[in-house]
C-alpha cells in the first residue's frame, strides 16, 4: 500500500516547487522510500512506464536521481533509482533556523564565547586560504579567493579595474539569516579578507544586510605584498 502524504501537494522548498508535479511526487516517494523502480514510479504517479522514463531522464540529466542496474532473474535489468545529494538538498532543512537558536543560547550564557566561536571559524578559513594562495601573484591570489568564496555559496566572482584595484563581489549571502542577527558574521567576513591580503587595503562598499543587491569589496594593491 502507497502511503497518502501531503509531501507533493505542499512543497515548502522553492526549488522543489519549481519543479513539474508528477517529478515532484517521484522525488518525494523515493525521499520516502530510499530506492523504486520505473513501474513503482509509474504506479505512484498514474502514468505510463513510458512516460515516467521520461521523467526519470529529465531527472536524471538534471542530476537530482541516479540509477543502478538490477539483474535478478532473466532478461533485461530493472533500473532502480534513488536521490542524488543533489535531489536530497531540495527538501528543507532547518539547519539555519537550529544555527540561530545555538548561537542565541551561547550569547546568553557568555557573550565573549560568542565572539571566540566567530573568531575560531575565521581563523580555520584563513588557514585554508593561505595555504591555497600560497606563492601566488597578487592578481591570482585574488581570483582564487574569489573561487574560494564561490565554492563556499557566496556566488562570487571579481573584476580587474583599470586603476589597478580589484572589486570582489558576492551575489548571495551564504550566511544571511546569520549575519542579519549577528554582526560578528559580517564583521569576520572582511577580517577575512583582509587578513588573507596582507598586501592591500580592503573596503567594503555595498552590503546585502544593508539593503544592496551585493556585498562587494574593494581590495586596493599597497607596499611590497600587493602588486
Known sequence: MVPHTAASASIPSPALA??????????AYLKRNGEASTESL??????????????LTALEQDGFITHRNDRDGRGRPRKIYRLTPSGDALFPRAYVELTNELLEYVEDEDPQLLERIFDRRGLR????????????????????????????????????????????REHNCAVLAIAERYQHACSSEIDFLQAVLP?????????????????????????PGGM
Do not use: N, W
Not at 585554508?128 to 594562495?133: G, I, N, P, Q, S
Open 42 to 55: 509509474s504506479g505512484v504517479t498514474g502514468i505510463t512506464p513510458s512516460g515516467a522514463r521520461q521523467h
Open 18 to 27: 519549481g519543479l513539474p508535479e508528477t517529478r515532484r511526487e517521484m522525488l
Open 125 to 168: 578559513r584563513l588557514e585554508r586560504a593561505k595555504l591555497r594562495t600560497q606563492g601566488m601573484a597578487f592578481p591570482e591570489k585574488v581570483a582564487e579567493i574569489a573561487r574560494i568564496l564561490d565554492e563556499d555559496g557566496y556566488l562570487a566572482d571579481f573584476v580587474a579595474q583599470d586603476d589597478g584595484t580589484f572589486l570582489v
Open 199 to 223: 598586501g592591500a587595503t580592503v573596503e567594503r562598499i555595498s552590503h546585502i544586510v544593508a539593503g544592496a543587491h551585493q556585498c562587494g569589496y574593494l581590495v586596493s594593491p599597497v607596499g
